[in-house]
């Protein structure tokens, strides 16, 4: 509690070393016990493998009919699926 102004600057200025020390050290042992891969998989892209559609008994013609109406099976024009499948890496 009673430092002086001096002691309590040295003591902040050698901390921020020693702290980016301890954290290189933490984050080079978890990239070894990895293996270097991430622990996260991201993808630019989800693409659903198939879609339901709920419909009314009295409109379900009309919904087949606007089923059938769209590009691969479903997918709308203009989003093709990522080759290999979504996010396959």
């Known amino acids: 509690m009673f ?3 001096h002691r309590m600057i ?3 200025v050698s901390g921020i070393p020693h702290g980016v020390t301890f954290s290189v050290i933490l ?4 990239h070894v016990m990895t293996g270097g891969r991430r622990d996260v998989a991201s993808c630019g892209q989800i693409a659903a493998s198939r879609h339901d559609v709920a419909a009314d008994a009295e409109v379900i ?3 087949k009919k606007h089923a059938g ?3 691969d099976a ?3 024009s203009g989003f093709g ?5 979504p996010c396959a890496y």
């Open 81 to 85: 699926r990522p080759p290999g499948g």
């Open 3 to 5: 430092v002086t102004a």
């Open 27 to 30: 984050c080079f042992a978890g």
């Open 74 to 76: 479903g997918e709308p």
């Open 61 to 63: 013609e009309e919904a």
């Open 69 to 71: 109406q769209t590009r």
């Open 10 to 12: 040295a003591s902040l």
